[in-house]
């Protein structure tokens, strides 16, 4: 039996960290919880809210390392991926794409043109969403955290969960909840 059960982990921990982001003839990562979408914020929003999950989006680019570090070693980690395809509604923008995307305040740019708009300089970035968003609002106005660049995956996590927690509506800030629920070895 204690073979068995070292023998199930060590091929699970094998499984863990053999995970490999697969690139997309676009050269962006592609995950199972990343939702291909006509790029309308507010039917996206509806259609999250129609699963029970929170709109997020998440900001990439080809070639981009960070990109490459969350998605072989935070996105991987089985209770992120979990959280992000069970908890989340996740489309994803190319900051130098071409897709048309439609804000919540109805104007409709190219991905390249929307990101300028929106201020997003780096990626990743992770941009969250309320589950209501009043109209003629832009996404950033909307935006409940909007999170630049590469985490741990403890950061991560924690991040996802002060969203579903709703913690931006209550009066412990972010990095309070991450310090006070990060467990640092």
Known sequence: MFRFLKLTILISFLAWTAHGAKLGEDGLYEEPWITTTFMDLREDLEEASDNQKRLLI??????????????????????????????????????????????????????????????????????????????NLTAPKAAVVTMPGAFAKGTTNLLLDWVLLEGYNGDEHLQKFIARNLNVD
């Open 58 to 135: 998440l900001f990439e680019q080809k070639g981009c390392g960070y990109c490459k570090r969350m998605h072989e070693k935070v996105y991987s980690v089985p209770e992120i991926a979990s959280k992000l395809q069970q908890d989340f509604f996740v489309i994803r923008i190319n900051i130098f794409g071409d897709l048309e995307v439609t804000d919540f305040d109805g104007q409709t740019l190219p991905e390249k043109e929307i990101v300028q708009k929106w201020g997003v300089m780096f990626t990743p970035t992770m941009m969250f969403f309320p589950k209501n968003v009043p109209v």
